[in-house]
């Protein structure tokens, strides 16, 4: 698709020729590369004009008028960039046409062309400038002017070289300007940048040893060598002219940017820099100024000219004029392999239905994500930038170019040139770039001419640099290679057809054209026009690519020789492409013309021609056909006996384009009757003669008594399905009937199904034959028909009232009151009956005699079938009022008999029998479940009296047993939460059947642990002990696996009884376990080592009798390890409470109970078994070490048979586990220790600094009485305190703030323990003395006073308070640790800190004093 920004380009290039026509003759010819471009499509598009439009008038350009009106770039939002509302991907033909045919699954689904990717052909036209390459060649032979290193194109093209020339050419490749020397370029070196100025009369031109020059391209001459723009030592890697024509911009290698600003004052030609970015702040990599168009003279940023730069690590966005301004900044984060790359380019956004804007879009990128965004300026002083899209690349970018408004041109690191559409990120094509042998200008970014002295990041990421070889003109991409110039250049759309023309893919050709057509084609560059004219271009070239397509398909594609399924395969592929592309051109005439012309002349072609077009009609995607092609089509099926696709095509066509006579003739000879209904329906509007036709026929075949065969059954459905419809005002077999032929429809089909005669009946005819067909045919279905009918409104009319009593009595007539029908129907009949007086509120009338029949008939207790159906008929009727006139006491007897619960609960409801109802629930299978909600509804509401209440109760209880078998929870619920009867009385009434009584225990206790928790213990259910015990009993005949699980969490029953049970039935791990818990910690023990040394003895016995070693063995085995496993953890939970001997007691048996049979095993062949063993053995002997004292775990060892014998090597591997056990233990206990010892010297290296501190108070006076210590006649002691608060000593004893405890004075500050409550100040203190006398008096030892009161219950108090916090010493701890290890062995029996089991080691950090 081309954008309307094509047009205004080109309007745009008008102007630009008008402007130049005062500059030097090669500026005004158009560029030509060897590229070809069809002028006459230019200049039929390129009206002359007088005046050159302004911006403003091309983008308020009417929209009526637009020569492309649908090419304009249109966005809701500026942060969708160039992304329209709908997906704009390309399609290929069977994406897009071929999904509805694939929704219907058919036996021809060969036919359908498969799913394919979007074909977008090639988008680039790669070409060579031949004459340009040949001349490089030539000045470097000639001249030596080396190897080409930079490029720069405008009009002109310039091209550096390694030895400092830079040759210009004119748009013909005519070299016209060679400008510099290889003597210049010894002293500067390469070129290595080049830069034209917007009307190409200046050329600045960069250089390797940071010199620039400026040369006039109209007469060929250096007119300025600017040597001191940048620092010296630094490379030139870009000059770039701003759209001014004395302003330009560079960046060296040291990563600074300048401004250049060129001058001339009284003949002088001058330059001044002046330096933009440092270098230090980090390394610009790549500039770019944006370039305004001479067209654009309206726009805001015509006066405002902006420069992007980027670094490695962000992306600025500065205005140069009017004044310099830091814009826009993104981070740019990338490999340190990778540069950032930089891409201008105008958008034609549309921001309303209305508004359109020219705005400037940056493109700027790093490794593999490029970013979007918008530069949006109001003015010259408001210029802000929005970010549009983000697109993320799975290869690392080495340059990014605009090729168009729409098309970005990505090259990666491996030299692969990559086409995105950038509104749908699509990828349209890959090139390979490998014979371009691109220049790189690694050498400058390195500096290399200079020393190379630049940073490493820079030097490390120029590796891949190649900003001067890349270069973006006019839609065009020049690449600079070492031999020649590349250019590609984007493709007219007709070329790219062109293209899969010649490689003779003539699909991928169409679909392409057909993306044309559509509007969903990606980079379009040629197509001009509105909408329509661009359609019919299109058209036209599909139609002749498709007629070319049919012709090779025909001859020069088609096999020679071949099967018939090879031949039928291979048009299968081709018919679709030619019906799809013709559909969507809307082209039937060519389709059924000229193509099937061509099929027609194979009979192989043909046939399958008209089969492929199946599910196109299927699929309601073809509904007309030429009369002659359908004739055709119904022949060729009727001829393969594909009758049913004819039927089912034929009610998907339009009956005008159908040969009505030979259809229906054909329909009626092979039984296609959704056919002929179709053709009745559509052609003549005739709804009643199908029906009364297709009726006889089947009245026909009802009538011989026969069993019907499949296709009468067949018939007699459709019938069905056709009434239903037409009464309902549906067309048949889809669609829906015309409005203004509804009512008629409706009344005619009804009106001739109840007909009293059918059309030219004979005299013995039974009356109304099409109902008694009907109902003969399918009983049920039919009345089920009716009943939809019934709900219709016209039915619901006094006349439709009228009606429809006039059905039912004819139904009864027809049923009842003759012979003829089964009892099952005529019970079908009363069901419908009932249903219907129930659902129209006694609109329906039927005899009281015949009403009794009808009651009768549902509540037959021998017929088995449509039982929920004739219960609810009852209830509807009975809801109706249907029932008013029978008897209740009769109608509860059939119901009761018929067992329709729910019928007899709505009697007894009546009645106000609840104790009935809940008999109801429990007899009634599919609601008994309900019976629970039933009973605590009743109970728990107040509108219900206490004798009913009662009553429900005692039924409840009457049938607990059968509630318990439904339900032992919610019955255990419901006795507990709303029975007034206790779990005794219950449990009593159960006695005698112990199952029920389990389970109903069952549910109590299931209730008891849902019903409340360990935070709120009130709200759970309370169970005597009794019945806990009872409920145990009960487990252990039951369940007795659960046994010991139970006793383990739950508690509330008593020790002794519930052990005495457990003896009782032999559970030997729940006798463990409240042996255990009792305290006999022996007799727990003893009970697991007497089941362990069982099942040890057993597998020993097998394993010496040899008898079914394999997988018996394992089996016990495991249940040893089981066994084993509970042991030991019995062991490690009760070690930590005995003294030596009583662990010794428990774990040596443990040990000797493993270690006997592997005494007698130890010389079988078994060796799996043996190591098994030694691991279980292992096992014990690593959980007692904690217990037992090694040496004494080793002698055990060594005594055994078991292992005193063969090699060391047999216990190695033990012995060196303990050691290593051992020392762990070591190391843990000298780790312990010291840590103790640093934290008691923290300590007491605190308490010594602290009490060494001095004191110095707040004030000169006491804090009680006021008075200053410096009185020379004061002799009373002065305290002060840590806080820094003093007083006198006979203040603190007038005020109590001095206590006696433990015959000491111990003084407290006074204002603190007034402050904080329960914090007592720290009773060290200083002394000090208020003049020298006082020292004579204190030298001599006073009596402790004993004026201070002392108070019995303060002094137990803090006495019960110092016990409490009475912790070991830490010198005893360390005592303890110093003892050693054969002290600490023989005095096991001994008191240790280490055994009581309040003993905590403290680790915290040590207190901070002040």
């Not at 003049?1331 to 219950?1353: C, H, R």
Request: net charge negative; hydrophobic share 40%; proline share 3%.
């Amino acid at each position: 698709m081309i954008l309307k920004l094509f047009r205004l380009q080109k309007k745009c290039f008008i102007i630009l020729k008008m402007a130049s026509e005062a500059t030097a003759e090669s500026s005004k010819q158009e560029i030509n590369f060897d590229i070809e471009f069809d002028d006459s499509e230019f200049q039929s598009d390129l009206p002359v004009i007088d005046a050159p439009p302004t911006l403003e008038s091309i983008l308020n350009e009417d929209e009526a008028t637009s020569i492309l009106e649908d090419d304009a770039i249109s966005i809701p939002s500026s942060i969708q960039m160039f992304k329209d509302s709908q997906s704009q991907d390309t399609s290929s033909l069977s994406s897009q046409d071929s999904s509805a045919i694939l929704e219907k699954p058919n036996k021809r689904d060969r036919h359908r062309i498969k799913k394919q990717k979007a074909i977008h052909g090639s988008v680039l036209k790669p070409s060579r400038l031949k004459s340009i390459a040949a001349q490089l060649q030539s000045a470097a032979d000639k001249v030596d002017a080396g190897m080409p290193t930079a490029m720069a194109v405008s009009n002109l093209i310039a091209i550096g070289t390694s030895h400092g020339l830079v040759l210009v050419f004119d748009p013909k490749q005519v070299l016209k300007w060679c400008l510099g020397s290889t003597a210049v370029g010894a002293q500067y070196g390469a070129v290595s940048s080049l830069s034209f100025n917007k009307d190409c009369t200046r050329l600045l031109s960069g250089f390797a040893r940071g010199q620039i020059t400026m040369w006039d391209l109209t007469n060929g001459k250096l007119i300025r060598t600017i040597t001191d723009a940048h620092p010296p030592g630094t490379a030139v890697l870009h000059i770039k002219f701003t759209d001014s024509l004395v302003f330009a911009v560079c960046s060296d290698s040291g990563g600074s940017v300048f401004e250049l600003e060129f001058k001339r004052l009284i003949g002088m030609r001058t330059c001044e820099s002046k330096c933009l970015f440092s270098g230090s702040r980090g390394e610009v990599c790549v500039i770019e100024p944006l370039h305004m168009s001479l067209a654009s003279k309206d726009h805001p940023m015509q006066d405002v000219s902006i420069l992007a730069m980027a670094s490695l690590s962000k992306v600025l966005l500065v205005t140069l004029t009017p004044q310099l301004k830091v814009v826009f900044t993104h981070p740019l984060k990338g490999n340190p392999s990778t540069l950032p790359l930089l891409a201008w380019q105008f958008v034609v956004i549309q921001v309303s239905e209305s508004d359109r804007v020219i705005d400037p879009v940056l493109a700027f990128a790093r490794e593999s994500t490029i970013y979007f965004h918008q530069v949006v300026c109001t003015s010259a002083q408001d210029i802000r930038c929005t970010g549009l899209q983000k697109i993320s690349l799975s290869y690392k970018l080495l340059n990014i170019t605009w090729m168009n408004t729409r098309t970005l041109v990505t090259i990666d690191t491996r030299e692969k040139m990559h086409v995105i559409d950038v509104r749908s990120e699509e990828e349209l094509e890959i090139i390979d770039m490998s014979e371009v042998q691109l220049i790189y200008n690694t050498s400058f970014f390195k500096s290399l001419a200079t020393g190379g002295n630049v940073s490493q990041a820079l030097a490390y990421a120029g590796d891949h640099a190649c900003y001067q070889t890349i270069v973006s003109h006019g839609g065009q991409l020049f690449l600079l290679g070492t031999k020649t110039v590349h250019v590609f250049s984007l493709r007219t759309w007709r070329e790219r057809i062109d293209v899969l023309v010649k490689e003779n893919r003539y699909q991928d050709a169409l679909s392409l054209a057909l993306s044309f057509y559509e509007g969903k084609a990606k980079a379009v560059v040629g197509l001009q026009g509105p909408s329509a004219k661009k359609k019919e271009v299109v058209a036209d070239l599909m139609l002749e690519l498709l007629f070319q397509f049919v012709d090779l398909a025909m001859t020069q594609f088609c096999p020679e020789k071949g099967k018939i399924e090879e031949l039928e395969e291979y048009y299968q592929s081709i018919v679709p492409v030619c019906v799809d592309y013709c559909l969507h051109l809307n082209r039937m005439d060519i389709l059924f013309g000229r193509i099937y012309e061509r099929f027609s002349m194979d009979v192989i072609a043909m046939g399958t021609f008209l089969e492929c077009l199946e599910p196109y009609i299927i699929n309601d995607r073809l509904r007309t056909m030429p009369p002659v092609v359908m004739k055709d089509f119904v022949t060729h099926y009727e001829q393969k006996s594909m009758l049913e696709s004819v039927e089912a095509c034929v009610v998907h066509m339009d009956v005008a384009s159908l040969d009505i006579h030979h259809v229906v003739h054909l329909c009626w000879s092979h039984g296609l009757y959704d056919a002929i209904i179709y053709v009745y329906n559509k052609g003549m509007f005739d709804y009643t003669t199908p029906l009364e036709e297709l009726l006889s026929t089947l009245k026909a075949a009802v009538d011989t008594g026969k069993q019907l065969s499949d296709s009468q059954i067949k018939l007699g459905n459709k019938l069905l399905v056709y009434i239903s419809c037409c009464l309902a005002g549906r067309a048949y077999p889809l669609g829906d009937i015309p409005e203004e032929y509804v009512g008629k429809v409706k009344h005619d089909v009804f009106e001739s199904l109840t007909c009293r005669q059918s059309k030219g009946s004979s005299p013995d005819e039974l009356p109304y034959p099409y109902l008694r067909t009907l109902l003969a045919f399918d009983t049920r279905e039919f009345l089920n028909v009716l009943a939809l009918a019934f709900e219709e409104e016209e039915f619901n009319t006094t006349e439709g009232i009228a009606k429809r009593q006039h059905t039912v009595d004819i139904l009864l007539q027809i049923m009842v009151e003759s012979v003829g029908f089964t009892p099952t129907q005529v019970g079908i009949l009363f069901t419908f009956l009932a249903r219907q007086m129930a659902r129209h509120e006694n609109t329906i009338t039927v005899n009281k005699i015949l009403f009794e029949q009808v009651l009768e008939f549902l509540c037959n207790p021998d017929d088995e079938s449509r039982h929920e159906e004739r219960q609810q008929a009852l209830l509807e009727l009975s809801h109706a009022g249907g029932l008013q006139q029978v008897d209740e006491e009769r109608f509860l007897y059939l119901a009761e008999r018929a067992k329709f619960y729910r019928v007899c609960e709505l009697l007894y409801e009546k009645r106000r029998q609840f104790d009935k109802i809940l008999s109801c629930y429990l007899r009634d299978y599919a609601r008994k479940y309900h019976a629970f909600n039933f009973i605590i509804t009743i109970l728990d509401s107040g509108r219900f009296s206490a004798e009913e209440k009662a009553s429900v109760q005692a039924e409840a209880l009457k049938n607990l047993e059968e509630l318990i078998s439904i339900d032992s929870k919610q019955a255990a619920q419901m006795i507990v939460s709303n029975l007034s009867v206790s779990l005794a009385d219950v449990v009593k009434q159960l006695k005698t059947e112990k199952p029920v009584l389990f389970e109903f225990l069952h549910g109590v206790m299931a209730f008891r642990d849902t019903s409340g928790s360990a935070i709120h213990t009130e709200k759970q259910v309370h169970v005597e002990a009794g019945i806990f015990e009872l409920y145990i009993d009960l487990m252990c005949e039951f369940k007795p696996q659960q046994v010991e699980n139970f006793i383990k969490t739950n508690e509330g029953y008593r020790l002794e009884e519930t052990l005495a049970i457990c003896r009782r039935h032999h559970r030997s791990e729940a006798t463990a376990y409240l042996l255990e818990k009792a305290g006999d910690i022996q007799g727990a023990f003893g009970i697991y080592l007497e089941n362990l040394t069982g099942k040890l003895k057993k597998l020993t016995e097998c394993l010496l009798n040899k008898s079914d070693e394999g997988k018996d063995s394992q089996t016990q085995f495991g249940e040893i390890q089981t066994v084993l496993l509970m042991i030991v953890q019995l062991c490690q939970r009760n070690s930590g409470k005995m003294d030596e001997a009583s662990r010794e007691a428990l774990w040596f048996p443990l040990l000797d109970a493993l270690m006997v049979p592997q005494r007698r095993i130890k010389d079988i062949d078994n060796k799996d078994i043996l190591n098994d063993f030694k691991l279980l053995t292992h096992h014990v002997l690593n959980n007692m070490m904690g217990y037992i004292a090694l040496p004494a775990i080793l002698q055990k060892i060594m005594q055994d048979p078991a292992y005193n014998t063969g090699k060391f090597g047999e216990i190695r591997e033990l012995i060196l586990g303990m050691l290593e056990t051992y020392n762990y233990e070591q190391t843990l206990m000298i780790t312990c220790k010291n840590l103790l010892n640093h934290d008691i010297h923290l300590h007491l290296r605190s308490l010594t600094n602290a009490a060494m501190k001095g004191y110095i108070p707040r004030d000169d006076q006491c804090k009680i009485c006021v008075k200053k210590f410096m009185n020379q006649t004061d002799i009373d002691p002065v305290m002060v305190f840590r806080c820094g608060h003093s007083y006198h000593c006979s203040c603190l004893q007038a005020v109590g703030s001095v206590h006696v405890i433990d015959g000491e004075d111990t003084y407290v500050c006074y204002l603190c323990s007034h402050t904080k409550r329960g914090q007592t100040q720290s009773s060290r203190f200083h002394r000090s003395l208020s003049n020298p006398q006082t020292a004579q008096i204190l030298g001599i030892k006073p009596e402790k006073a004993k004026e201070a009161s002392e108070d019995p219950q303060h002094i137990q108090n803090v006495d019960i308070v110092r016990r409490a916090m009475r912790t070991p010493s830490r010198l005893g701890i360390l005592t303890e640790l110093a003892k050693s290890e054969s002290s600490s062995r023989t005095s096991r029996t001994t008191s240790c800190i280490f055994q009581q089991d309040q003993f905590q080691l403290n680790l915290a950090a040590p207190r901070i004093f002040d």
